[in-house]
C-alpha cells in the first residue's frame, strides 16, 4: 500500500431537485473512478445512510466491489459504514468478500451512527450505539481471524461457527468519530481515524497516548470538505446551493449535535464565512495540503467530495482533473523536497 494516498469521497445522493435517473448515476461515477485511477488518484471512499429521499448509498459494499472490478490500484474503503445497524457477522463477511474480490485492497470503516429514523427502523437503541461499535469491531476482528470461539456480549452473542472464506489479507478496521469520548474510542479499539473534520486530528493524536500508544502509531484517513478550482469564488457562486443542500441535510439529521441545538445554514456564503467548507485556488490548495502533511505525518489519506449532491458527474470531474494534474504533483515534489534535504 502506498504510504500516502489521496482520493475521491462519494454519497451518490440524486436529490429531487436534480434528479436523474440512478443507473446513470451509477455508471457516469463508475466511469470517473476508473478515470481518476488514471490521473494518479489512490483511493475512493463510500458512505452509507437509509431511508433517505436522495437515495444516499445504502449498499457500499455492492458499489466497492463494483469500483473494484473497474479499478486496479485504488484502495477502497468506507468512511463510513453505521456499525450498528448491522449484524457484525455479515459486516464481516461482506467485507472480507470485497477484500478478497479486490486483492486486498478495501479498508472497513464503522462510525456509531446518530440519525434516529434509521436505528428505529431497524430496531436499534440511539443509547447503545457505543457498546454495539465496541462489540462489532470486536466480533469482526475474531471473525476475520478465523476463530472459533463463542462469542458473548452485552449487544451481540454468537455460537463458536467461523465464517469462512476468511480475508486473505485483513481489511484495516477503521473508526470515524467527531465527539472527544468517540475519538478517544477510535484511539483504543481502531487501526485508524476516520477524520472528518481536520481540527479533530489533536484530539486523536492526544488519545492514543492516553490510550498508552505513541503518536506516532496513528494513522488518519482524513475526509476534506475544499473546493479547488482556478476560481473557487466563482465555482462556489455555481455550485453553493449543492452544498447547501449536502450541510443542511446533515445537520438536520444530527450529524453535528442535536438538530434543535445546531443551526442550519442560511445560504452558501454563510457556510464559507463558518469556514465549514474551504475554497482554495491550486496555488493555495498547494500550500495548504503540504502545511498540513508536514504537520500530521500520521495522515496516510487524503479524499475529496468527488462532487457535492445533485451536481453533475461532469462538474465534478473539472475538479478531479485540476487536483491530479495541478495540485498533488506540487504537494509531491514538496514533500519528497523536504525528505531528500
Not at 56 to 65: D, E, I, M, Q
Not at 109 to 129: C, H, Q, V
Not at 151 to 156: L, M, P
Not at 317 to 329: K, N
Amino acid at each position: 500500500m502506498n504510504e500516502r494516498n489521496f482520493g475521491l469521497w462519494y454519497d451518490f445522493r440524486n436529490p429531487p431537485q436534480w434528479h436523474r435517473p440512478f443507473s446513470a448515476l451509477y455508471r457516469e461515477a463508475l466511469d470517473q473512478i476508473e478515470w481518476a485511477e488514471g490521473l494518479g488518484l489512490g483511493s475512493v471512499w463510500l458512505t452509507e445512510h437509509h431511508f433517505c429521499e436522495d437515495g444516499y448509498t445504502p449498499s457500499p459494499f455492492t458499489l466497492a466491489a463494483a469500483i473494484g472490478e473497474r479499478t486496479s490500484t485504488m484502495r477502497i474503503g468506507t468512511n463510513l459504514i453505521v456499525a450498528p445497524l448491522h449484524n457484525p457477522v455479515r459486516l464481516a463477511e461482506d467485507a472480507a468478500t470485497v477484500s478478497l474480490l479486490t486483492g486486498g485492497r478495501f479498508d472497513l470503516g464503522l462510525g456509531m451512527g446518530y440519525w434516529e429514523p434509521e436505528f428505529a427502523a431497524f430496531g436499534r437503541s440511539l443509547k447503545n450505539r457505543p457498546s454495539m461499535l465496541e462489540e462489532c469491531v470486536e466480533l469482526i476482528r475474531r471473525a476475520w481471524s478465523g476463530s472459533r470461539e463463542p462469542f458473548e456480549g452485552k449487544r451481540f452473542q454468537f455460537p463458536g461457527r467461523p465464517i469462512t472464506p476468511v480475508p486473505e489479507q485483513a481489511p484495516q478496521l477503521l473508526v470515524g468519530a467527531l465527539a472527544d469520548p468517540a475519538i478517544e474510542r477510535a484511539a483504543r479499539i481502531a487501526d485508524g481515524f476516520l477524520s472528518t473534520q481536520n481540527p479533530h486530528q489533536p484530539t486523536y493524536l492526544d488519545a492514543l497516548e492516553r490510550c498508552g500508544k505513541s503518536r506516532d502509531e496513528g494513522r488518519i484517513y482524513a475526509g476534506q470538505w475544499t473546493i479547488i478550482a482556478e476560481d473557487p469564488e466563482r465555482e462556489w457562486a455555481r455550485i453553493g446551493q449543492h452544498a447547501l443542500y449536502q450541510l443542511n441535510n446533515y445537520i438536520s439529521w444530527g450529524a453535528f449535535g442535536p438538530p434543535d441545538q445546531v443551526p442550519q445554514f442560511a445560504d452558501a456564503d454563510q457556510i464559507v464565512a463558518a469556514g465549514a467548507f474551504q475554497l482554495w485556488d491550486p496555488a493555495t490548495a498547494v500550500e495548504e495540503i503540504t502545511a498540513l502533511l508536514r504537520e500530521r505525518p500520521q495522515i496516510k489519506d487524503m479524499h475529496f467530495w468527488a462532487q457535492l449532491p445533485g451536481e453533475p458527474v461532469e462538474s465534478g470531474s473539472a475538479r478531479i482533473e485540476l487536483l491530479a494534474t495541478e495540485v498533488l504533483p506540487r504537494v509531491r515534489e514538496r514533500l519528497s523536497a523536504e525528505v531528500g534535504a
